[in-house]
């Protein structure tokens, strides 16, 4: 598979605070690949920075330091046609559909954008794709469930054929009920050629449907490999923490937690060094980035 996406040191530096200026690097040198046709997901905590790199992917946010690429070309030398190409789903259906628009017109919306003809049939089509059918045309968002609006917002992402869907947490605001059904849908485009940046903290999600997964950490990537590796034989001490929070069958199953943080603790370039309960002396000084079967780690213990 070659590469569809690739995003290369990416940092981004948010200041706020109209007064007391407070500076976050939400991401931090982060490098990965999304290749054609397969179901990428980056993962972590509240605040690591997978939206900010959805953003960035989709340029709703421009990097601080760093590039994306799309199919070898900067992603800022496209015109509109980007966003033909590349397409997002967001968390809350409720929120990203216009109540006041008909499942056809929201869905028909990218295709008057771009100036596409026989919209009928291609909306249609889209909604077919995301496993609605026509009955659905003149209903309004209101009168959906919640896995029925995905889907309508899941049938605009694809109604251009973009090669890349950028779903960020697609599945968190709905009931247990409809997130499989959701999940499958991005398999099944998947099987359509259409590659998926899966952004979401639902590591079983991940473990179900993505192909590769990206650990982020405090705005840095901290291990990045295939998704049912990494969360069946984690190797960074981050990646095992999170697996670790997983329910479990058993109690016996339960792995240990991190260290707490000490009182006193040096400064690292690993930002996970003061819950690490597996640091080393050479973590306040360096952390060393090393592939192992085809598995990229940034941490010293390997
Ligand atoms: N527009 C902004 N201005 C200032 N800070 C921001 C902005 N957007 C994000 N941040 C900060 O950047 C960091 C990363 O945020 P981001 O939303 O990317 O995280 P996330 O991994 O998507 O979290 P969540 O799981 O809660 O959605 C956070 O510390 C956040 O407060
Ligand atoms: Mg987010």
């Known amino acids: 598979m070659s590469s569809l996406l690739s995003v290369r040191g990416l940092s981004k530096l948010f200041t706020s605070g109209l007064f007391v200026k407070r500076q976050v690097w939400a ?24 939206t900010t790199a959805g953003k960035v992917i989709l340029r709703l946010e421009k990097p601080t330091e760093g590039e994306v690429h799309f199919e070898g070309r900067d992603i800022f030398s496209y015109g509109r046609e980007y966003t033909r190409l590349v397409s997002a789903v967001f968390q809350d259906p409720r929120a990203s559909l216009n109540p006041r628009m008909k499942v056809y017109e929201i869905v028909e919306e990218p ?19 995301a496993g609605l059918d026509e009955s659905f045309l003149e209903r309004k968002p209101e009168s959906l469930s919640g896995g029925q609006r995905q889907r309508v917002a899941i049938a605009r992402a694809v109604v251009l054929n973009p090669k890349l869907i950028v779903a960020d947490e ?37 473990e179900r449907v993505a192909d590769r997964v990206g650990v982020l950490y405090r705005g840095r990537l901290l291990e990045l490999g295939p998704a049912k590796g990494v969360i069946n034989q984690p ?9 670790s929070t997983l329910p479990v069958k058993h109690p016996s199953q339960r792995r240990e937690l991190v260290a707490k943080p000490e009182d006193y603790m040096p400064d ?30 940034s941490c010293n213990l390997y």
């Open 27 to 50: 991401l931090k040198g982060v490098s990965f690949d999304i290749k054609e046709g397969e179901i990428f997901s980056l993962v972590g905590e509240s605040g690591s920075g997978k």
């Open 111 to 129: 295709l008057l954008v771009h100036g596409v003809k026989d919209r009928r049939e291609r909306v249609i089509n889209a909604l077919k794709r």
């Open 170 to 206: 697609p599945t968190s605001a709905l009931d247990m009920s409809y997130r499989a059904g959701i999940l499958e849908l991005f398999l099944k485009l998947r099987h359509e050629g259409i590659s998926t940046l899966l952004i979401t903290h639902d590591l079983r999600a991940v």
């Open 235 to 243: 190797l960074h001490p981050y990646t095992q923490y999170l697996v």
């Open 268 to 297: 690292s370039p690993c930002p996970f060094f003061h819950k690490c309960d597996k640091r080393l002396k050479d973590c306040e000084s360096g952390v060393k980035e090393v592939s192992i079967d085809g598995r990229i780690v």
